[in-house]
């Protein structure tokens, strides 16, 4: 058996414990020395050890060394590596001393996250063990979903194993969930594994459409994350229900549009007649959030013809208006006055309507819809009686109002009460 050789102690590591000096050959000995110290020291001793590593290098702490030098190779001295004894002991020990923390403690959400970031990689069912014991259902949840798609990501066979195990009585939604997260990290270390599980998974019965959809969108974001589109692409041409295809195919414009908007509205152009409906829709949603200029230019290329071109403009206005006036109101100007647009119209309305009141009634008025421009009217009047009362009413007196028109322009309520009651006809803006 191998022991530990003595190791230099620099000026910088004066303070290290004398117990970490030295010989120390077995698991019982490591353990009474972690058993003596409290978890501020034991950080405080690890910190120091990582000065002394990087300062001497005399040893590579972060590839071979063990916390105490040299370990003996030989499985027969009961001495692990260093980071196995970090994870049989420090992190279990602190993971303990913060699950009975008092709620609220500065710092405690981030510290279990770290703390079970790294037991999860090196005992991901200890870790599964302790993240029921997590009091916040909601932080219990996440961090069993964490810890999953950890484990997944090294052993995704020995996850899903667990997960048909124990996730049977769960609600539909929980196990939804559970399985997303294993998937994720089944597929960024072995996509076609984790493709070849979903496309076997059973489909009928009560909720089994919904599992495999979100299964198969689980691993193809990833592999959107990672570069790897082709793979999805060719993963969605196998799946042989057209109706489960379609509602992938836009799922995954929505997830590569984030990524590469220009990619997508090529691969677009290429499907031809096999375009499924709302798919330059789903584009310029995902396109608008990251250029909505951009964005622009392409719903205008669609034309007004076009079936996705009332939504696909809303979504830029949306987004544009956001912080910017100027410019969305150019753009309009250069769309075609038609129904499809009235949407687009009545957002930007309600974001003009504080900075230019004036020019936001004018928009209003301009709605073809009666009951949306009524509204919008009625919303921008609010607005406006609010920002500067003298010229609202210098409007008032200018235009050739019923008493009804005048009154509920005058009772009118300013606000986003409209954007929260779902926009025309209650079914919202998109």
């Not at 590596?81 to 020990?93: K, P």
């Not at 001393?97 to 999860?120: D, S, Y």
């Amino acid at each position: 058996m191998k022991t530990l050789p003595l190791l230099l102690i620099t000026a910088t590591a004066a303070a290290l414990p004398a117990y970490w000096i030295g010989h120390v050959t077995t698991r019982s000995e490591a353990n009474s020395v972690l058993e003596s110290l409290s978890t501020d020291d034991l950080l405080r001793v690890l910190n120091q050890r990582r000065n002394l590593a990087s300062e001497t290098r005399l040893v590579d702490f972060a590839t071979t060394e063990s916390f105490f030098g040299n370990v003996s190779d030989d499985p027969s001295s009961g001495m692990t590596s260093g980071e196995d004894v970090r994870s049989n002991h420090l992190i279990e020990r602190d993971l303990q001393a913060a699950l009975a923390a008092a709620p609220g403690t500065a710092g405690l959400t981030a510290r279990l996250e770290t703390l079970f970031t790294e037991l999860a990689a090196s005992d991901p069912l200890l870790a599964l063990e302790y993240a029921a014991q997590i009091s916040g259902v909601r932080q219990q949840r996440s961090t069993i979903n964490s810890i999953l798609r950890i484990w997944a990501g090294q052993d995704g066979a020995a996850a899903l194993a667990w997960y048909r195990d124990t996730s049977e009585n769960l609600p539909l939604a929980l196990r939804e969930e559970r399985l997303q997260s294993i998937l994720a990290g089944y597929g960024a270390s072995d996509a076609r594994g984790a493709l070849a599980y979903v496309a076997a998974m059973d489909p009928t019965g009560s909720g089994g459409r919904r599992m495999q959809l979100s299964a198969y969108q689980s691993v193809f974001d990833g592999l959107v994350e990672s570069g790897r589109i082709n793979l999805a692409l060719d993963a969605l041409a196998g799946i042989g229900d057209a109706s489960m295809r379609g509602d992938l195919q836009l799922g995954l414009i929505q997830s590569w549009a984030g990524q590469n908007p220009e990619a997508v509205a090529l691969y677009l152009d290429g499907l031809a007649d096999e375009i499924p409906a709302n798919a330059h829709a789903t584009l310029v949603r995902a396109w608008a959030e990251l250029d909505p200029t951009r964005a622009a230019a392409h719903v205008s290329s669609l034309g007004a013809e076009h079936p996705d071109f009332g939504r696909a403009t809303a979504s830029v206005i949306a987004q544009w208006t956001q912080y910017d006036i100027a410019g969305p109101g150019e753009w309009l100007n250069t769309l075609p006055a038609s129904p499809e647009v009235d949407r687009s119209v009545a957002i930007y309305t309600a974001r003009a309507a504080r900075e230019d009141p004036e020019g936001a009634m004018s928009w209003a008025a301009s709605i073809q819809n009666d009951r949306l421009r009524t509204r919008m009217m009625e919303r921008v009047a609010g607005e406006w009686r609010q920002v500067d009362p003298v010229a609202f009413d210098a409007f008032m007196e200018t235009g050739d109002w019923s008493d009804e028109q005048r009154q509920r322009f005058i009772n009118a309520s300013a606000g986003d009460d409209l954007m929260r009651r779902g926009g025309m006809g209650g079914g919202g803006w998109w």
